[in-house]
């Protein structure tokens, strides 16, 4: 069966905004060593625990949805979600739906 949502998570973005650096190889298993990391160009952190509790609650709530019966036919709707994350413990929820 294919899962209602699946998740996409990976990569870290520096939370300073003048700052770009980005790691777009760490995966989302590697998270939780990255928390309260320097980032290397700036020294801001990379992930706060606020922001790295959050995904684990955007991950339980997929596993949740995950666990619901499978959508009737009329109701696969499909949608990209994006989260971004700010350092500050709030998630930014974005909904794109999009055709087959
Ligand atoms: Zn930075």
Do not use: H, R
Not at 37 to 42: G, Q, T, V
Not at 74 to 86: D, V
């Amino acid at each position: 069966m294919e899962n209602g949502i699946t998740t996409v998570i990976s990569g870290l973005k520096c939370d300073n905004l003048s700052c770009d650096y980005q790691d777009d190889s760490i995966k989302l298993e590697q998270y939780e060593s990255y928390i309260n990391e320097p980032c290397p160009k700036c020294g801001s952190p990379l992930l706060t625990k606020e922001d790295y509790i959050q995904v684990q609650k955007i991950l339980s709530l997929v596993d949740l949805v995950n666990a619901l019966p499978d959508p009737t036919e009329e109701s696969k709707e499909k949608a990209k979600i994006s989260f971004e994350l700010n350092g500050a413990g709030t998630v930014n929820m974005k909904v794109e739906k999009y055709e087959d």
